[in-house]
């Protein structure tokens, strides 16, 4: 019985392929006790990391850039700079070779690259561990039979909207590498329940819609950024009256089917997050295309409802105003205004993902 036992124990596993930074590697690992282990010594040029062993003591030193890891084989203790975790699983020596389970591994990837492996079939997948900005949904407003604010020399929102949210999509997917996706991508009628569905089914990390501004007065210019709360002032509530107004085009129903959505839930969690969304993306946009700081502001906004992510309604800038409308019909000013929006995003982004993964 101890023979076939001792046997089992050192039956090697088929090598694991693995594809890290445009190139291929093979891994040699063992199942001990129905655990995956990988050898240290075939994963070191796949991650850049060095292995060291005090004969004395017995240990072995991973080195990476300036960061430091102490392993013991047949020890489930290990140290993580002056970090000492207990794991489950202890690594192992098979003659000279060191060989890790895979939760080990993981830890250690996580410490010095916050990576994670998983094995899947005959690879092994390398995906970036903690809470990460990798998808975005863009709303360019209005649409179709929904023609938004109309300029004075016939400027539409819908139009003026499109061409800038098509612009930020280029711009963060190749600047940021995050994905981006349309709730339009020409110009065609979205029921504004469907915007935020799509962005939740997508499991979209955040929302932008983007709109251009009107007033009665021709005076009003700049811009404004809206997140989701119950409007606080007379300007406000009269935005909000604005952008709902595209409800009418919409089937009567539209309050049975919002009722199943608990908006209210998804205002208060991400409320400041949204706060701070809004308030990064105004800030770079005034320094990118020189318009009016009218403020971050609150409203209920109904694209907004049910949104279940950080999210924001962006009022560029006034097509009631002769001067505004000019602008936004420019190629030049769109591109300044889809700058910002990327500047914006970006320190977002930032700023999101040190605060999540603290």
Not at 209 to 217: E, G, M, T
Request: hydrophobic share 40%; net charge positive.
């Amino acid at each position: 019985m101890l023979s076939v036992l001792i046997i089992a124990f050192l039956v090697s596993a088929p090598k694991l392929k693995i594809e890290y930074n445009g190139k291929s590697y093979k891994i040699n690992c063992q199942i001990i006790d129905k655990f995956t282990y990988l050898s240290l010594k075939d994963l070191q040029p796949v991650f850049d990391f060095t292995v060291s062993e005090n004969t004395k003591t017995k240990r072995f030193v991973l080195k990476f850039k300036e960061k430091d890891i102490i392993l013991i084989p047949d020890n489930p203790w290990i140290k993580l700079g002056d970090k000492i975790l207990n794991l489950p699983l202890s690594s192992e020596l098979r003659g000279t070779e060191l060989y890790v389970p895979l939760p080990m591994l993981n830890k250690i990837l996580e410490y010095f690259l916050k990576k994670n492996i998983k094995i899947k079939g005959k690879k092994l997948i390398v995906y970036e561990t903690g809470i990460r900005i990798k998808k975005i949904v863009i709303d360019p407003g209005h649409g179709g039979k929904d023609p938004g604010a109309i300029g004075h020399n016939g400027t539409y929102e819908k139009d003026i909207v499109l061409k800038i949210a098509k612009l930020v999509t280029k711009l963060i997917e190749s600047e940021l590498g995050v994905k981006c996706i349309l709730t339009r991508d020409k110009d065609i009628f979205i029921p504004l329940n469907e915007r935020t569905k799509l962005a939740n089914d997508e499991e979209a990390d955040l929302f932008l819609s983007i709109h251009c501004n009107a007033a009665r007065s021709r005076r009003h210019h700049g811009t404004e950024m809206y997140f989701l709360s119950p409007a606080k002032t007379t300007w406000a509530r009269a935005v909000e009256a604005r952008e709902n107004a595209s409800l009418k085009y919409e089937t009567p129903d539209w309050e049975d089917k919002v009722k199943g959505i608990l908006w209210d839930m998804a205002q208060t969690e991400f409320l400041k997050e949204s706060n701070t969304l809004s308030g990064k993306l105004l800030k770079s946009i005034l320094e990118s295309a020189n318009t009016k700081d009218r403020g971050v502001r609150q409203a209920n906004f109904f694209v907004l409802r049910g949104a279940y992510m950080p999210a924001c309604l962006l009022e560029l800038e006034f097509l009631s105003n002769l001067k505004g409308e000019k602008r936004l019909k420019t190629k030049e000013f769109q591109k300044q205004l889809a700058q910002g929006i990327l500047k914006g995003v970006k320190e977002f982004k930032e700023w999101y993902e040190e605060r999540m993964n603290k």
